[in-house]
């Protein structure tokens, strides 16, 4: 079976178990964001990951990551709590390929849904990162860090 088509199958479970694991993660925002918004979101990133994976090109995913950090960075979340729902989906999405797939097939699909989810989220962090160099988010001050140094 095709990754793309066993991922698509495997959707409502594959949501439903990110969706979870988010919640025992406890993060503020996406508490204050109500379940059903944080499910619906975890749906289209999903949704993004099997047009990707269908299509072997990763332009749509890279727009909705540069999308998702714009508006969250604007909504006040700290880059470590978008980063962990795109790693809610990904940690599921890998625990069922590993307990579905056969041997034969885990190389590929690991390595399909870890390039795309992966590069996702270098685009997410680089976008959230312009912005904040940007905006001075107190989130990624260092200046704390360096008391006492002289500064030329």
């Given at each position: 079976m095709e990754t793309a088509e066993f991922l698509a199958r495997e959707r409502q479970t594959i949501v439903d178990a990110a969706n979870a694991a988010l919640v025992r993660v406890h993060t503020h925002s996406y508490e204050t964001a109500g379940?059903?918004?944080?499910h619906r979101r975890l749906e289209a990133l999903f949704d993004h990951l099997l047009e990707a994976l269908g299509t072997r090109d990763l332009g749509s995913i890279f727009?909705?990551?540069q999308q998702v950090a714009e508006e969250r960075f604007n909504a006040g979340y700290d880059l470590s709590e978008v980063q962990a729902a795109f790693n809610a989906l990904e940690e599921a999405t890998w625990s069922r390929i590993l307990d579905e797939l056969a041997?034969?097939?885990l190389a590929e699909a690991l390595g399909l849904v870890t390039t795309i989810l992966g590069a996702a989220k270098d685009e997410l962090a680089r976008t959230y990162v312009s912005l904040a160099t940007s905006a001075h988010a107190p989130s990624l001050d260092l200046a704390a860090l360096f008391a006492g140094i002289e500064r030329a």
């Open positions: 379940a059903g918004e944080v727009t909705y990551a041997p034969s097939q």
